[in-house]
Protein backbone atom coordinates (compact mmCIF):
# COMPACT_ATOMS: atom_id res chain seq x y z
CA UNK A 1 0.00 0.00 0.00
CA UNK A 2 1.23 3.64 -0.77
CA UNK A 3 1.71 5.84 2.12
CA UNK A 4 2.59 9.73 2.39
CA UNK A 5 6.34 10.22 2.73
CA UNK A 6 5.99 12.05 5.94
CA UNK A 7 4.42 10.61 8.94
CA UNK A 8 1.12 12.48 9.72
CA UNK A 9 1.74 14.56 6.78
CA UNK A 10 -1.37 15.56 4.71
CA UNK A 11 -2.06 14.14 1.61
CA UNK A 12 -2.04 16.22 -1.28
CA UNK A 13 -3.32 16.58 -5.06
CA UNK A 14 0.94 17.04 -5.85
CA UNK A 15 1.44 14.19 -3.92
CA UNK A 16 -0.89 11.91 -5.83
CA UNK A 17 0.48 12.99 -8.86
CA UNK A 18 4.04 12.64 -8.33
CA UNK A 19 3.13 8.83 -6.95
CA UNK A 20 0.78 8.37 -9.76
CA UNK A 21 3.88 10.14 -12.42
CA UNK A 22 1.05 12.38 -13.83
CA UNK A 23 0.23 15.67 -13.71
CA UNK A 24 -2.11 17.84 -11.15
CA UNK A 25 -4.75 18.25 -13.91
CA UNK A 26 -4.54 14.91 -14.44
CA UNK A 27 -5.52 13.77 -10.89
CA UNK A 28 -8.08 16.67 -10.56
CA UNK A 29 -9.96 15.22 -14.03
CA UNK A 30 -9.55 11.82 -12.76
CA UNK A 31 -11.05 12.20 -9.59
CA UNK A 32 -14.24 14.08 -11.19
CA UNK A 33 -14.64 11.49 -13.58
CA UNK A 34 -13.75 13.04 -16.90
CA UNK A 35 -13.50 11.01 -19.67
CA UNK A 36 -10.11 13.26 -21.04
CA UNK A 37 -8.05 10.84 -18.47
CA UNK A 38 -8.28 7.00 -19.96
CA UNK A 39 -9.66 4.28 -18.09
CA UNK A 40 -6.59 2.53 -16.89
CA UNK A 41 -4.70 5.98 -15.85
CA UNK A 42 -8.18 7.09 -13.68
CA UNK A 43 -8.65 3.73 -12.33
CA UNK A 44 -4.94 3.90 -11.07
CA UNK A 45 -5.09 7.67 -9.74
CA UNK A 46 -8.20 6.89 -8.26
CA UNK A 47 -6.63 3.75 -6.05
CA UNK A 48 -3.55 6.00 -5.09
CA UNK A 49 -5.54 8.76 -3.89
CA UNK A 50 -7.73 6.31 -1.17
CA UNK A 51 -4.28 4.47 -0.35
CA UNK A 52 -2.87 7.92 0.54
CA UNK A 53 -6.38 9.16 1.99
CA UNK A 54 -6.77 12.03 -0.29
CA UNK A 55 -9.88 14.11 -1.34
CA UNK A 56 -10.35 16.65 -3.38
CA UNK A 57 -11.03 20.39 -1.68
CA UNK A 58 -14.65 20.70 -2.54
CA UNK A 59 -15.11 24.48 -1.14
CA UNK A 60 -11.60 25.56 -3.55
CA UNK A 61 -13.44 23.75 -6.39
CA UNK A 62 -16.56 25.50 -5.66
CA UNK A 63 -14.88 29.00 -6.17
CA UNK A 64 -13.03 28.02 -9.18
CA UNK A 65 -16.08 26.77 -10.98
CA UNK A 66 -18.80 28.44 -9.33
CA UNK A 67 -20.31 25.31 -8.89
CA UNK A 68 -21.12 23.29 -5.16
CA UNK A 69 -21.98 20.08 -6.97
CA UNK A 70 -25.33 19.75 -4.63
CA UNK A 71 -28.81 19.59 -4.87
CA UNK A 72 -31.09 20.80 -2.26
CA UNK A 73 -33.99 18.47 -1.79
CA UNK A 74 -37.04 20.45 -0.16
CA UNK A 75 -39.71 19.08 1.41
CA UNK A 76 -42.96 20.63 1.94
CA UNK A 77 -43.47 20.42 6.06
CA UNK A 78 -46.24 22.32 7.57
CA UNK A 79 -46.59 23.05 11.56
CA UNK A 80 -49.78 20.54 11.59
CA UNK A 81 -47.79 17.65 9.75
CA UNK A 82 -49.28 17.55 6.92
CA UNK A 83 -46.65 16.38 5.10
CA UNK A 84 -44.17 13.82 7.31
CA UNK A 85 -40.93 13.21 6.50
CA UNK A 86 -41.51 9.89 7.33
CA UNK A 87 -43.72 9.03 4.47
CA UNK A 88 -43.30 6.13 2.59
CA UNK A 89 -43.78 7.93 -0.25
CA UNK A 90 -41.38 10.01 0.40
CA UNK A 91 -38.44 8.08 1.37
CA UNK A 92 -38.75 6.30 -2.06
CA UNK A 93 -38.64 9.34 -4.10
CA UNK A 94 -35.41 10.19 -2.09
CA UNK A 95 -33.72 6.72 -2.81
CA UNK A 96 -34.47 7.48 -6.72
CA UNK A 97 -32.40 10.66 -6.47
CA UNK A 98 -29.86 9.59 -5.27
CA UNK A 99 -29.37 6.56 -7.89
CA UNK A 100 -28.93 9.24 -10.49
CA UNK A 101 -27.08 12.34 -8.49
CA UNK A 102 -24.65 10.27 -6.55
CA UNK A 103 -22.91 8.89 -10.23
CA UNK A 104 -23.30 12.16 -10.77
CA UNK A 105 -20.98 13.46 -8.59
CA UNK A 106 -24.09 15.13 -6.65
CA UNK A 107 -24.43 15.76 -3.09
CA UNK A 108 -27.87 15.85 -2.01
CA UNK A 109 -28.75 18.48 0.66
CA UNK A 110 -32.11 17.50 2.25
CA UNK A 111 -34.04 20.34 3.66
CA UNK A 112 -37.64 21.75 4.55
CA UNK A 113 -39.32 24.48 2.63
CA UNK A 114 -39.25 27.09 5.43
CA UNK A 115 -35.47 26.22 6.41
CA UNK A 116 -34.62 26.49 2.57
CA UNK A 117 -36.53 30.05 2.05
CA UNK A 118 -35.54 31.32 5.70
CA UNK A 119 -31.31 30.10 5.62
CA UNK A 120 -28.80 32.03 3.68
CA UNK A 121 -26.37 29.44 4.72
CA UNK A 122 -27.52 26.54 2.36
CA UNK A 123 -25.65 26.61 -0.80
CA UNK A 124 -26.91 24.57 -4.42
CA UNK A 125 -26.74 24.50 -7.45
CA UNK A 126 -30.52 23.70 -7.79
CA UNK A 127 -33.28 22.25 -6.29
CA UNK A 128 -35.57 19.64 -6.01
CA UNK A 129 -39.54 20.31 -4.58
CA UNK A 130 -41.07 17.62 -2.75
CA UNK A 131 -44.40 18.86 -1.80
CA UNK A 132 -46.25 21.86 -3.82
CA UNK A 133 -48.24 23.05 -1.30
CA UNK A 134 -51.82 24.37 -1.02
CA UNK A 135 -51.97 25.95 -4.64
CA UNK A 136 -48.45 25.58 -5.56
CA UNK A 137 -47.18 28.11 -2.70
CA UNK A 138 -44.45 26.51 -2.48
CA UNK A 139 -43.22 26.02 -5.70
CA UNK A 140 -44.02 29.87 -5.92
CA UNK A 141 -41.37 30.41 -3.32
CA UNK A 142 -38.76 28.46 -4.46
CA UNK A 143 -39.67 30.21 -7.86
CA UNK A 144 -38.35 33.43 -6.30
CA UNK A 145 -35.00 32.04 -4.96
CA UNK A 146 -33.88 32.29 -8.85
CA UNK A 147 -32.01 28.48 -8.61
CA UNK A 148 -32.69 25.95 -11.30
CA UNK A 149 -36.12 23.82 -10.10
CA UNK A 150 -37.90 21.01 -10.62
CA UNK A 151 -41.03 19.70 -8.72
CA UNK A 152 -42.99 16.60 -8.06
CA UNK A 153 -47.25 17.33 -8.34
CA UNK A 154 -49.00 18.45 -10.65
CA UNK A 155 -48.61 21.70 -13.35
CA UNK A 156 -49.87 24.87 -11.85
CA UNK A 157 -50.78 27.32 -13.87
CA UNK A 158 -48.92 31.07 -13.90
CA UNK A 159 -45.70 29.05 -12.74
CA UNK A 160 -42.97 28.20 -15.03
CA UNK A 161 -41.29 25.57 -12.57
CA UNK A 162 -41.04 22.23 -14.55
CA UNK A 163 -43.25 19.77 -12.46
CA UNK A 164 -42.87 15.70 -13.17
CA UNK A 165 -45.56 13.96 -11.28
CA UNK A 166 -48.12 10.73 -11.75
CA UNK A 167 -51.62 10.69 -13.74
CA UNK A 168 -53.44 11.78 -11.13
CA UNK A 169 -56.67 12.41 -13.07
CA UNK A 170 -56.17 8.85 -14.21
CA UNK A 171 -55.59 7.55 -10.25
CA UNK A 172 -58.94 9.64 -9.94
CA UNK A 173 -60.83 7.48 -12.43
CA UNK A 174 -58.94 4.17 -11.56
CA UNK A 175 -60.19 4.29 -7.95
CA UNK A 176 -63.92 5.49 -8.90
CA UNK A 177 -64.55 2.95 -11.77
CA UNK A 178 -63.52 0.55 -9.82
CA UNK A 179 -66.05 1.73 -6.87
CA UNK A 180 -69.14 2.01 -9.04
CA UNK A 181 -68.86 -1.08 -11.13
CA UNK A 182 -69.43 -2.90 -7.64
CA UNK A 183 -72.42 -0.89 -7.14
CA UNK A 184 -71.42 1.95 -4.79
CA UNK A 185 -73.29 5.14 -5.84
CA UNK A 186 -72.69 7.76 -3.01
CA UNK A 187 -68.69 8.22 -2.65
CA UNK A 188 -66.84 10.45 -0.25
CA UNK A 189 -64.25 12.00 -1.22
CA UNK A 190 -61.25 12.80 2.00
CA UNK A 191 -58.52 15.31 0.19
CA UNK A 192 -57.76 18.77 0.03
CA UNK A 193 -58.09 19.74 -3.38
CA UNK A 194 -56.16 22.91 -2.77
CA UNK A 195 -53.25 20.57 -3.75
CA UNK A 196 -52.74 20.62 -7.23
CA UNK A 197 -52.38 17.02 -7.40
CA UNK A 198 -55.76 16.06 -5.15
CA UNK A 199 -56.91 18.26 -7.21
CA UNK A 200 -56.52 16.59 -10.54
CA UNK A 201 -57.60 13.39 -8.69
CA UNK A 202 -60.69 15.18 -8.00
CA UNK A 203 -61.45 16.08 -11.52
CA UNK A 204 -61.21 12.11 -12.32
CA UNK A 205 -63.55 10.85 -10.03
CA UNK A 206 -65.57 13.84 -11.33
CA UNK A 207 -65.74 13.05 -14.71
CA UNK A 208 -66.01 9.15 -13.65
CA UNK A 209 -69.30 9.63 -11.94
CA UNK A 210 -70.48 12.63 -14.94
CA UNK A 211 -71.24 9.75 -16.46
CA UNK A 212 -72.83 7.15 -14.17
CA UNK A 213 -75.86 6.97 -12.14
CA UNK A 214 -73.24 7.78 -8.99
CA UNK A 215 -72.70 11.08 -7.40
CA UNK A 216 -70.49 12.51 -4.74
CA UNK A 217 -71.54 12.60 -1.05
CA UNK A 218 -69.46 15.06 -0.12
CA UNK A 219 -65.71 16.36 -0.36
CA UNK A 220 -63.94 16.60 2.84
CA UNK A 221 -60.59 18.67 3.06
CA UNK A 222 -58.33 17.00 5.23
CA UNK A 223 -54.01 16.78 5.87
CA UNK A 224 -52.26 13.41 4.93
CA UNK A 225 -52.46 11.24 8.09
CA UNK A 226 -54.08 8.79 9.99
CA UNK A 227 -55.35 11.23 12.59
CA UNK A 228 -56.90 13.67 10.02
CA UNK A 229 -58.91 10.75 8.18
CA UNK A 230 -60.68 9.23 11.53
CA UNK A 231 -61.98 12.94 12.15
CA UNK A 232 -63.11 13.35 8.94
CA UNK A 233 -65.14 10.26 8.87
CA UNK A 234 -66.12 10.69 12.40
CA UNK A 235 -67.56 14.35 11.36
CA UNK A 236 -69.48 13.24 8.46
CA UNK A 237 -71.20 10.34 10.27
CA UNK A 238 -71.96 12.62 13.49
CA UNK A 239 -73.34 15.45 10.63
CA UNK A 240 -75.38 12.69 9.39
CA UNK A 241 -73.91 12.13 5.74
CA UNK A 242 -74.88 9.22 4.19
CA UNK A 243 -72.11 7.45 1.97
CA UNK A 244 -71.62 3.58 0.90
CA UNK A 245 -67.59 4.44 -0.32
CA UNK A 246 -64.69 6.41 0.09
CA UNK A 247 -61.98 7.61 -2.29
CA UNK A 248 -58.95 8.60 0.40
CA UNK A 249 -55.84 10.79 -1.26
CA UNK A 250 -53.29 8.74 0.57
CA UNK A 251 -53.28 5.61 2.77
CA UNK A 252 -52.78 6.81 5.47
CA UNK A 253 -55.92 8.85 5.60
CA UNK A 254 -58.11 5.89 4.13
CA UNK A 255 -56.42 4.12 7.24
CA UNK A 256 -57.84 6.00 9.48
CA UNK A 257 -60.85 6.55 7.69
CA UNK A 258 -61.01 2.31 7.86
CA UNK A 259 -60.35 2.69 11.87
CA UNK A 260 -63.25 5.04 12.14
CA UNK A 261 -65.78 2.83 10.66
CA UNK A 262 -64.72 0.13 12.93
CA UNK A 263 -65.16 1.99 16.03
CA UNK A 264 -68.72 3.12 15.12
CA UNK A 265 -69.50 -0.37 13.80
CA UNK A 266 -69.56 0.27 10.61
CA UNK A 267 -68.26 -3.09 8.39
CA UNK A 268 -65.69 -2.49 5.71
CA UNK A 269 -66.42 -3.47 3.05
CA UNK A 270 -69.90 -4.59 3.57
CA UNK A 271 -71.19 -1.23 4.42
CA UNK A 272 -68.47 1.16 3.10
CA UNK A 273 -65.69 0.31 0.27
CA UNK A 274 -62.61 2.23 0.84
CA UNK A 275 -60.16 3.07 -1.75
CA UNK A 276 -56.52 4.88 -1.14
CA UNK A 277 -53.91 6.37 -2.95
CA UNK A 278 -49.98 5.71 -3.21
CA UNK A 279 -49.85 1.92 -2.34
CA UNK A 280 -47.07 2.42 0.55
CA UNK A 281 -46.87 -0.32 3.13
CA UNK A 282 -49.34 0.75 5.23
CA UNK A 283 -52.30 -0.16 2.46
CA UNK A 284 -51.09 -3.71 3.09
CA UNK A 285 -50.55 -4.48 6.65
CA UNK A 286 -53.56 -2.86 7.62
CA UNK A 287 -56.80 -5.25 8.61
CA UNK A 288 -58.87 -5.48 6.26
CA UNK A 289 -56.07 -4.31 3.69
CA UNK A 290 -56.55 -1.04 1.74
CA UNK A 291 -57.23 -0.74 -1.83
CA UNK A 292 -55.18 1.76 -3.55
CA UNK A 293 -54.14 3.66 -6.39
CA UNK A 294 -50.48 2.68 -6.69
CA UNK A 295 -47.34 5.19 -7.58
CA UNK A 296 -44.06 4.82 -8.17
CA UNK A 297 -42.00 6.93 -6.16
CA UNK A 298 -38.73 5.55 -7.23
CA UNK A 299 -39.16 6.01 -10.86
CA UNK A 300 -40.33 9.16 -9.73
CA UNK A 301 -36.85 10.44 -8.03
CA UNK A 302 -35.11 8.75 -11.07
CA UNK A 303 -36.84 10.90 -13.10
CA UNK A 304 -36.52 14.04 -11.22
CA UNK A 305 -32.70 13.62 -10.76
CA UNK A 306 -32.23 13.89 -14.36
CA UNK A 307 -34.54 16.53 -14.63
CA UNK A 308 -32.53 18.57 -12.34
CA UNK A 309 -29.37 17.48 -13.66
CA UNK A 310 -30.40 18.69 -17.09
CA UNK A 311 -31.31 21.95 -16.50
CA UNK A 312 -28.24 22.82 -14.08
CA UNK A 313 -26.09 21.70 -16.85
CA UNK A 314 -27.51 24.72 -19.24
CA UNK A 315 -30.47 23.39 -20.63
CA UNK A 316 -33.34 26.15 -21.73
CA UNK A 317 -35.86 23.80 -21.13
CA UNK A 318 -37.32 20.20 -20.55
CA UNK A 319 -39.47 17.90 -22.67
CA UNK A 320 -42.87 18.27 -21.83
CA UNK A 321 -43.23 15.24 -19.03
CA UNK A 322 -45.51 12.76 -19.51
CA UNK A 323 -47.30 12.25 -16.42
CA UNK A 324 -46.40 8.75 -14.82
CA UNK A 325 -48.11 5.74 -15.02
CA UNK A 326 -50.73 4.46 -12.05
CA UNK A 327 -52.20 1.22 -11.57
CA UNK A 328 -55.08 -0.05 -9.25
CA UNK A 329 -54.32 -2.53 -6.74
CA UNK A 330 -57.54 -4.11 -4.89
CA UNK A 331 -57.77 -5.64 -2.10
CA UNK A 332 -59.88 -6.47 0.93
CA UNK A 333 -61.65 -3.06 1.77
CA UNK A 334 -63.19 -2.75 -1.54
CA UNK A 335 -63.98 -6.14 -1.92
CA UNK A 336 -60.99 -7.79 -2.83
Not at 118 to 147: H, K, N, P, T
Not at 211 to 228: H, K, N, Q, R
Request: overall charge negative.
Amino acid sequence: MIKPGKPGERPTMEMVAALAGVSKITVSRALRGSDLVRPEVRERIVKIAGEVGYRMNVAARSLRTRRTQTIAVVIEQLARGDRPITDPLLLAMIGGLLEILTPADHAMLLTTHDHFLGSSAIGADGVVVLGQGEGGRCLADVQSVGLPAVAWGEPVPGLTIPVIGSDNRQGGRLAAEHLVATGRRRLLFLGDAQHPEVAGRLEGVREVLAASEAALAGIIPCAFSIESGAEAIEGALDAGTGFDAIIAVSDFIAAGACDALATRGIAVPEKVAIVGFDDTPIAGTHRPSISSVRQDATAAGRALGEAILALVDGADALPVATPLPVALVIRESSGG
